[in-house]
């Protein structure tokens, strides 16, 4: 969420920025109710006072002076019951737009849309073939990986079934990951997946694509859903609560299966394993002061990077343009793989920045140590990394002319083979 004084002080500025991410943007509505909710709460605050003021000094009158006190207090009372009713109304529809709109992109991300993304750098380069390549699903059939069929026939469309050597090199990517982020001094979490509402909303994706998830039976008060990646969980793990400055950066990795309502496509570039109902993710998550995030940023892109580098694969990284971020984010990079029967890139990792934006919805700050005061922490997220798109980038880029695929040395240990095979 927005800082209301921010938008009260400078809504040139902030208009300005958001007029990078959307189309329209008039915050008129915001400044009219902002001014009409503080104009209710100083006439409440004054009627209170005055009741107050009555009221001390109502034993000295004498009887029908009492009287004619009780009375007006009387009537101060429903006055000031009605203000706050219709402050509490006020505020309701306040909180309604300013919970509709998305974070402030970063001084420096450009407007528009994918049109505007930009290359920062490849890593390796797209593999050539001396034969015919396969696409990943003719691998993994032939080798016996991924059963279509039969994750169809359980869980519908959108869903697969790991055989195998498929399950072995899904797990084996899923240990590469632990290894690494313990590694790299992350805190190792298995969260719950099932979440409540103030997830959600913390993260910034409800109310407003609350749709997009797969929600459960319940009141509405008492929404919960099956979380649609581990950032939704971890980023909620110090909602409300205050940390200590020394504790900074607090970093965060989970594995998590991910449940998105999304449907696959039947397109050429959504076949198989490309988009789906279910899969397989480790998340990275920091919490840091706001002037040591661009720097927490840049270490969680070279994570994601570095594992990346590990395996081998062709991949570049991309500068998202302010439309192409989601609504939380200020900043993100992509990091893209090269999938090479659709002679294009696929994403396989977002590291975003929020700022204070998600931290501002779940009042998540730290005392700083030097002046005693609470400020609001910044968040940053990265998947590192999603399986579903890695898994078919393995498969393609490293098949051999018979047929088999070479692994990438650093998979081996975990899968217990250098190679796929029959």
Known sequence: ???????????????????????????????????????LIVEADALKMKKNAA???????????????????????????????????VEAELNALMEGLPNLPADDVVAGGKENNAVLREWGKKPEFAFEPKDHLALCKELALIDYERG???????????????????????NLFVETHLANGYSFTLPPHILNYECGYTAGQFPKFKDDVFLLAGAPDK???????????????????????EELPKKYFAYSPCYRKE????????????????????????FAKPEDSPAV?????????????????????????????????????????WIPSMKCYKEVSSVSNAHDYQARRGSMRFKRAATGKNELLHTLNGSCLATSRLFPAILEQFQQADGTVTLPEALRKYVGTDKLTI
């Open 1 to 39: 969420m927005l800082d209301i004084n921010l938008i009260r002080t400078d809504a040139a500025k902030v208009a300005l920025a958001l007029s990078k991410r959307l189309d329209n943007v008039d915050l008129a509505p915001v400044l009219e109710l902002d001014k009409k909710r503080r104009a």
């Open 55 to 89: 009221s001390a000094g109502v034993k000295k009158l004498d009887p029908a002076a009492q009287q004619a006190v009780f009375a007006e207090m009387k009537e101060i009372s429903a006055r000031v019951k009605a203000i706050d009713t219709e402050a509490a109304a």
């Open 152 to 174: 169809v026939k359980l869980g519908g469309t959108g869903f697969w079934v790991y055989r195998d050597l498929g399950a072995r090199l899904e797990w084996g990517l899923l």
């Open 223 to 245: 929404t919960q859903f099956l979380l649609p990646t581990a950032e939704t969980a971890l980023i909620s793990l110090h909602r409300d609560e205050i940390l200590k400055e």
């Open 263 to 286: 449907a696959g496509g039947y397109g050429s570039n959504e076949r198989g394993m490309i988009r789906g109902h279910q899969f397989n993710k480790v998340e990275l998550i920091q």
């Open 297 to 337: 940023f840049d270490e969680m892109v070279g994570h994601v990077e570095a594992v990346m580098q590990k395996l081998g694969l062709h991949y570049r990284l991309v500068k998202l343009a302010a439309k192409d971020c989601s609504a939380s984010m200020a900043r993100t990079y992509d990091i893209e793989v």
